[in-house]
């Protein structure tokens, strides 16, 4: 097993990706949703009172988030680990994986000392937590991987500056002096290299005294799914919202827009403390699902939501649309690989996360691919678009870089040792043509802790059936 400890420190030794022997038919259950987890663990630091998150992944990017969430002065409980350890404490016995119950009193208060949150490589805490910061009172040091530090920020700090408040330093390291009130009000951001800039300021803005309200103004917007996640997110715990798009409203009428806008108003009130259980991470389900497809296999992923906000709601519709058959069956999401693997050219603006999986489906495809949409992938764990390219290359697979993604063209692949660059999805990517290609070797597997702590088993389980 390779624990937490162990994943922030970047070890883990070399790993064989298995050939399959032949179809994999397995039923599998994903960790909780990373951004579920993280997006409640912050709505509860800001609530006043008791929270409860059930089946709450417990992996590297959200021991993060509960680790800066105490460190801002609010109460963080696992009552699924033994003895309801603070979640992810290292050396805590089953404190590295499994569903996590999570117990938050918020809200956020008095820090102790200067206070300093960890951001690691996880996103959602880099933009979701200087917000959050601004409300406690103390000075908050921030800082992360160095990739993290290379990762769009600038944004966010100057749009908290501008609602009142005080920030030393435009990127990481970087320091929030908090005074435990912002006033708050209109600010204009541009989101187009990162939509965690905008969720970011929502998910604290109900605390500010006068809410705010944020105009996106760019010349696209990513991973628009998760902005309305973050609305759902925040009006299930009782905050007023509205949201305002007129580039959706033009494109709706035929037109064609120019630039990205969107409008959020969020109003002063609450959160108000909340009892929820997370979805499984659709996300994390796409290696598995990806792997009925490369064997002509059947694959169910228990737990599928009949409907949900994450953007993986989309995974069945592009694997039916590379070959597959998926249906909702009572245990969740059936996914039967059709023996062989068709290109697709697809727009994955609002499904980003997919894009690692479906290139690694794409290699072993028997006609070329083109993703679209996803030049945000360059500012990510690493740039995805240039990782995908050069460590797929190894394999002899043709894979280019667009202006927007990437252009496959399938050829014989041979097997090589591929660098996942510290990115979990890549990793998984490579397991995923690892099935097909023998002699694929993956140097650091212990990088799916990110999201998926316990991948290599999983993985290794899937395929005993
Ligand atoms: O808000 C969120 O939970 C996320 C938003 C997306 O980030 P970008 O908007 O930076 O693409 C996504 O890639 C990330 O994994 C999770
Ligand atoms: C882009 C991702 O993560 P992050 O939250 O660090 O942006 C991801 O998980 O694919």
């Known amino acids: 097993m390779t624990t937490i400890t162990e994943v922030q420190r970047g070890q883990g030794d070399p790993w064989s990706a298995p050939v399959a022997t032949g179809p994999v038919r397995a039923t599998v259950t994903v960790p909780g949703s990373k951004s579920g987890t993280n997006r409640a663990l912050v709505l509860a630091a800001a609530a006043d009172g008791v929270s409860r998150l059930r089946g709450a992944l417990r992996s590297r990017d959200t021991v ?42 918020g809200p956020v208060g008095a820090v102790r000392g200067t206070a300093a949150i960890d951001c690691g490589n996880a996103g959602t ?10 409300l406690a009172r103390g000075d908050v040091r921030f800082d992360g991987d160095p990739r993290m530090r290379d990762r769009p920020l600038a944004p966010l700090l100057r749009a908290l500056r ?12 970087f320091t929030v002096r908090g005074t435990g009130a912002v006033s708050g009000g209109a600010v204009t ?6 939509s965690q800039l905008v969720s970011g300021l929502l998910l604290a803005a109900a605390r500010f005294e006068r809410g705010a309200t944020v105009t996106h103004a760019g010349h696209r917007l990513p991973s628009g799914p998760y902005l309305d996640m973050t609305v759902a997110d925040l009006r299930a715990a009782g905050v007023i919202v509205d949201v305002d798009d007129p580039t959706a409203d033009l494109l709706r009428a035929g037109g064609t827009p120019a630039a990205s806008t969107r409008r959020w108003r969020v109003e002063p009130g609450g959160p108000r403390p909340l009892d929820r259980v997370i979805e499984p991470d659709l996300n994390s389900a796409a290696p598995f699902v990806a792997a009925a497809a490369v064997t002509g296999g059947e694959m169910t992923i228990t737990g599928w939501p009949a409907s949900t906000e994450q953007p993986g709601r989309m995974l069945p519709d592009l694997l039916v649309a590379m070959g597959c ?8 999401l059936r996914v039967t690989g059709g023996g062989r693997i068709t290109g697709i050219d697809v727009d994955l603006s609002d499904f980003g996360e997919a894009a690692p999986v479906l290139t690694g489906l794409a290699v072993l495809a028997d006609s070329p691919s083109r993703l ?24 002899g697979a043709r894979v280019t870089v667009t202006d927007d993604g ?11 040792r591929l660098d996942p660059h510290a990115d979990h999805r890549l990793a998984m990517t490579y397991a995923v043509v690892g099935l ?9 597997i212990a990088t799916t802790g990110k999201t998926v702590p316990d991948f290599a088993r999983m993985w290794t389980t899937m395929l005993a059936g």
Do not use: K, N, W, Y
């Not at 501008?162 to 390291?173: F, N, Q, T, Y």
């Not at 951001?189 to 990162?194: E, F, L, R």
């Not at 949409?373 to 690493?382: D, N, S």
């Not at 097909?436 to 650091?444: H, L, N, Q, R």
């Open 436 to 444: 097909a290609v023998p002699g694929v070797t993956v140097d650091d």
């Open 406 to 416: 990437l252009s496959i063209t399938p050829v014989p692949l041979r097997g090589a």
């Open 162 to 173: 501008e609602l009142g408040a005080h920030i030393d330093g435009d990127r990481m390291p």
């Open 325 to 332: 058959r998926a249906e909702l069956v009572p245990e969740g």
């Open 372 to 395: 679209r949409g996803i030049a945000h992938l360059r500012l990510q764990e690493t740039d995805r678009l240039a990782a995908l390219a050069s460590e797929l290359g190894r394999l």
């Open 125 to 134: 805490v880099a933009r979701f937590t200087p917000a959050l910061a601004t």
């Open 64 to 105: 993060l988030m509960t680790a800066a969430l105490r460190e801002l002065g609010a109460t963080v409980t696992d009552e699924a680990a033994p003895g309801g350890a603070e979640p992810g404490r290292p050396g805590e016995p089953g404190a590295d994986q499994g569903a996590a119950d999570i117990v938050v009193t």
């Open 189 to 194: 951001v541009d989101a187009s290299d990162s």
